[in-house]
């Protein structure tokens, strides 16, 4: 039987595996251009996640590491600073003047994202950086702002993203031209 798009197993052929992710002890591989590496444990990582409504992921950040601006469309986020000093912040609505909403973090701070905000963590210490994310689904799915708009695939008509952006084709084709790194 399916449930929430994924198979759920007989209860009698269920063990402790099904509730058990090893891993989250290990630092995330943060050589990268963003000098960040999240690990997600979501119910692809965990099948005894579904249907519960929670996921979490660890977060490492190189120095100046940044986990770019995202949305968690189907989760809202509550992060919790380990190791480090976070510069974080949202984006309020259009109907909320897009006003952005930040914070330093350091160690044991906490703060939230709400389901769909726009949100960023950058490590503005001197060391490296680690986070825990819990979320509020099992699958919160993770749409990077800058991937979808200039990456995607077939790529947004120039002319859109022109009249959007406001600026001239050139800058559309440059960013439409780079590779953007995914973190996830």
Not at 52 to 61: K, P, T, Y
Not at 69 to 82: K, Q, Y
Not at 122 to 137: P, Q, R, W
Request: aromatic share 10%; glycine share 8%.
């Amino acid at each position: 039987m399916f449930v929430n798009g994924k198979l759920c197993k007989n209860h009698n052929m269920v063990n402790a595996d099904d509730f058990f992710f090893y891993g989250l002890q290990n630092p995330g591989n943060t050589s990268n251009p963003l000098g960040s590496k999240v690990t997600p444990v979501i119910v692809d990582q965990l099948a005894g996640l579904n249907t519960l409504g929670i996921s979490i992921a660890r977060i490492d950040f190189a120095t100046y590491g940044l986990n770019p601006r995202h949305t968690h469309p189907r989760a809202t986020e509550v992060l919790l600073v380990l190791v480090g000093t976070l510069y974080v912040g949202f984006v309020a609505s259009n109907q909320n003047n897009n006003t952005l909403f930040t914070k330093v973090l350091n160690k044991g701070d906490v703060f939230v994202f709400s389901e769909g905000m726009i949100h960023f963590q950058l490590n503005v210490g001197k060391t490296d950086a680690i986070a825990f994310a819990d979320l509020s689904s099992q699958n919160p799915g993770v749409i990077t702002i800058a991937n979808a708009v200039f990456g995607s695939k077939p790529p947004i008509s120039v002319d859109v993203l022109t009249k959007a952006f406001q600026v001239d084709k050139n800058v559309i084709q440059y960013l439409q031209s780079q590779f953007w790194y995914d973190n996830n």
